[in-house]
C-alpha cells in the first residue's frame, strides 16, 4: 500500500498522466487523420490514464471509508464497554462497587471524554531542558486525536514562581513544526501578559473526524535564574519556594502523559518526587492534593541522557484540571557543583 501511494503521489508520474492524457485526447478526437497504429497507441494511453484516475479516486474513497467504519468502532466499543460495566457494577454490592476497577476504564473514560470534547491528546510528552544559568527551554511533542472538525486550538505556557524582587517572569513564544506534509500548522500569540503566554495553532486544512495529527513545540525560553542551579546555602534560603519544580496543567482528554527534566552538565538532583494538585478557579496551583490520584503516582525515573542526568515521569489517563509537577532540591554548590 505504501508503494502504490508513492506511485500515486510521484510528481514526475503525475505530470508524465496529465501529458499523456492531454496527447490522447486530442489525437482521439483526430483520429480519422491517423493510422490504425497511432489509434491503438492512443486508446491504450487514455485507458492508462483511465486506470490511473480510477486508483486515485479509489483510495480517496476507501480512506474516507477507514476513517468512517474507525470512527464507528470506536462509538460502539465505547458504548458496549460502558454497557458492560455498568451491568457488572449492578451486581455488586455498594462496598464492592467502590472496590471495582476495570482494566478498560481509563481508556472509555478518555474516549468518552474526548468525543464529548472534540478530540483528545493520544500522547503529550513534554521536556524541560534546564540550563546552567538557571534557564530553561521547554519541547512539545504532541499527537492529536479528532473526533470532530478541528481548525485551531490554543496552548499556553505559563510561569507561576516570581523573581526574587517579587515580580512575574517573561516568557518568550516558541515555534511549531510537524510532518505531516499535507497539513500547514501556524503558531501565533495571542497575549503575553507577565508570567504567562498564550498563543494560538492554526491547522490548514483542517482536521476531519478520525484524522490524527503530530506536532512538536520547541524554544518556549523560560528565563535565567528561574531553576536554582548551583546556588549556597543562604541563596537557596532566600528563595519564595524551597523546592525547585516543573509541571503541567492538564486541561484535555490525554491518553499518556510524559514529563522529562534533563539537568545541566555535572548537576545531579536529589530529593526528587511526584505530585499533583488542584487547580484553583484563576488557574493558580492550589495546596490542596487529590489523595486518591496522588496516590497512583510513580516515583520519577532518574536515568542519564549523555552527559545529563533526567527525570522522567509518566502519568496514563492523567486527569482534566490537575496540575502534574516532579519535584526535587535546588542543586547547591555544597552538594552537587557545575564545574
Not at 26 to 41: G, N, P, Q, V
Not at 84 to 110: A, G, M, T, W
Amino acid at each position: 500500500m505504501d508503494k502504490l501511494n508513492r506511485f500515486l503521489d510521484s510528481p514526475v508520474f503525475r505530470r508524465f498522466a496529465l501529458i499523456l492524457g492531454f496527447i490522447g485526447t486530442i489525437l482521439k478526437f483526430l483520429d480519422t487523420y491517423f493510422s490504425t497504429t497511432i489509434t491503438t497507441i492512443t486508446t491504450i494511453a487514455l485507458i492508462i490514464i483511465g486506470i490511473y484516475l480510477g486508483a486515485v479516486i479509489l483510495r480517496i474513497l476507501s480512506n474516507w471509508i477507514i476513517q468512517k467504519i474507525n470512527l464507528k468502532f470506536r462509538e460502539f466499543q465505547a458504548s458496549l464497554g460502558s454497557e458492560l460495566i455498568n451491568v457488572l457494577r449492578s451486581e455488586f454490592s455498594n462496598q464492592e462497587k467502590s472496590k471495582l476497577i476495570l482494566p478498560f476504564d481509563d481508556e472509555l473514560d478518555y474516549e468518552y471524554q474526548a468525543k464529548r470534547y472534540g478530540m483528545g491528546y493520544s500522547s503529550f510528552e513534554v521536556q524541560c531542558v534546564i540550563e546552567p544559568d538557571g534557564s530553561a527551554k521547554v519541547i512539545r511533542e504532541v499527537t492529536i486525536e479528532a473526533y470532530s472538525e478541528l481548525s485551531s486550538l490554543d496552548t499556553f505556557i505559563r510561569i507561576a514562581e516570581k523573581d526574587p524582587d517579587g515580580k512575574s517572569r517573561d516568557v518568550e513564544i516558541g515555534q511549531i513544526e510537524t510532518k505531516d506534509k499535507d497539513r500547514q500548522l501556524t503558531l501565533k500569540p495571542i497575549t503575553s501578559q507577565q508570567g504567562r503566554t498564550l498563543a494560538k495553532i492554526d491547522i490548514y486544512p483542517p482536521l476531519k473526524s478520525g484524522e490524527t495529527l503530530h506536532y512538536i513545540i520547541s524554544d518556549f525560553h523560560l528565563p535565567k535564574g528561574l531553576f536554582g542551579i548551583n546556588l549556597s546555602r543562604e541563596e537557596i534560603s532566600k528563595r519564595e519556594n524551597p523546592i525547585d519544580y516543573f509541571g503541567w496543567h492538564i486541561n484535555r482528554p490525554t491518553r499518556k502523559f510524559v514529563m522529562q527534566i534533563y539537568f545541566p552538565t555535572g548537576g545531579q538532583p536529589v530529593g526528587f518526587r511526584s505530585e499533583v494538585r488542584y487547580t484553583k478557579a484563576a488557574g493558580d496551583i492550589s495546596d490542596q492534593k487529590p489523595i486518591e490520584e496522588e496516590k497512583k503516582l510513580k516515583k520519577p525515573v532518574f536515568s542519564r541522557s549523555g552527559d545529563r542526568y533526567v527525570l522522567n515521569s509518566q502519568i496514563d489517563y492523567p486527569l482534566s484540571g490537575l496540575i502534574y509537577m516532579v519535584g526535587w532540591n535546588p542543586i547547591s554548590k555544597n552538594d552537587n557543583p557545575i564545574p
